[in-house]
């Protein structure tokens, strides 16, 4: 059994050929070429690329990598439902044909691991802005899922054949959708296994398609609507906190216990429910889910509690020691609820 390369191209360079032509000889894999709407001034380039043996597919107007990766894989299911998967590479030749078939020959052993080329970017060659927003992107890929991956932004990856129908009901349509790849691995029961491949920049990058500000939205969204939602809820706490201290239980004697209590309940029924319908997406049953999220919250109730009475002993700004509390225990709650809680779920962009 074999795998087929999958290489979406946006207005590819002109080395795009050299490096199909270099695959084609050193593979009789299929490889299929997407065209994601280049437009007219490219069709010689792709008419070139399907004459030397490439399958050839089109999108009349871009619709971006994401979208691209799952014509392929629709092309794929459908036409070559026979072979064992797929590996995704660049059009750029950024990919080294030896490690694309390295990737190939992996996938074609396992069909429960999604194989990711991971690249060095401790290297002196590597562009300042790639070496810093793929620390900074693995940095948040981590704090969220509590996997550590150094390259979470590589195109070379081996995808298995027997999870191709789930991966086109992964959303994202541009270079989110990589990404939210990642993060729902899980969810589909493959795991992530990284295989170091050579590091190649041509110039600074300059080429690349990838729209800095724009795409940088969509890759972080995901990690964006947990703190949005963790956000909120914070201040759904704090202002009842202080509405509650200040005009409900003005002068009882445990008013700062019952204003600390009636805002975690009200800010943690809101949390709960955000991150089971907007943030998390998980398969569990909602009593479970609900079961240890409750002690979660009721473990986080007692130690805000605790400390801000503790610290309302030595300092004076209680509000100011409440919001210093709270936003040290919603961070341990966020790793919390990702390995624990919603620990099947994956973060919808």
Do not use: W
Request: glycine residues 6%; hydrophobic residues 45%.
């Amino acid at each position: 059994m074999t795998v087929s390369i999958v290489i979406p191209a946006y207005e590819p360079e002109s080395r795009f050929l050299t490096f199909l032509t270099t695959l084609l000889c050193k593979t009789d894999r299929p490889i299929i070429v997407i065209d994601d709407g280049s437009g007219a001034g490219y069709q010689a380039v792709f008419q070139e690329a399907k004459r030397k043996g490439a399958i050839l597919l089109n999108h009349s107007q871009n619709l971006g990598k994401g979208a691209a990766l799952k014509t392929a894989m629709r092309f794929q299911l459908l036409h070559l439902p026979e072979i064992e998967g797929l590996v995704t590479a660049d059009s750029d030749g950024q990919h080294r044909v030896n490690d694309i078939l390295k990737i190939a020959s992996l996938v074609e052993k396992n069909q429960d691991t999604l194989f990711l080329g991971t690249r060095q970017f401790d290297q002196d060659q590597i562009p300042f802005k790639s070496r810093f927003g793929n620390k900074l992107t693995a940095l948040m890929f981590r704090f969220s899922t509590g996997i550590p991956l150094s390259d979470t932004q590589t195109g070379l990856r081996g995808i298995p054949q027997s999870h191709l129908e789930q991966m086109l009901e992964i959303p994202g349509k541009r270079f989110d959708y990589e990404m939210n790849m990642l993060i729902q691995a899980k969810d589909i029961n493959l795991s992530l296994e990284e295989v170091p491949i050579e590091t190649v920049y041509f110039g600074n990058n300059e080429h690349s398609h990838f729209r800095s500000v724009i795409d940088s939205m969509l890759v972080y969204m995901p990690f964006f609507k947990f703190i949005a939602s963790s956000v909120l809820s914070a201040v759904v706490d704090i202002l009842f906190f202080v509405i509650l201290l200040k005009l409900v239980f003005p002068r009882a004697s445990n008013a700062l216990f019952a204003a600390t209590a009636i805002a975690r309940i009200s800010s943690g029924f809101l949390n709960y429910q955000l991150n089971r319908h907007l943030v998390f997406k998980t398969d569990h049953k909602q009593i479970s889910e609900a079961a240890k999220y409750a002690l979660l919250f009721m473990s986080q109730l007692l130690l805000s509690s605790l400390l801000v009475q503790g610290l309302a002993e030595i300092f004076q700004h209680i509000v100011l020691i409440k919001v210093v509390v709270d936003c040290g225990i919603f961070i341990l709650s966020f790793y919390i609820q990702r390995r624990f809680v919603f620990k099947r779920g994956g973060i919808e962009s």
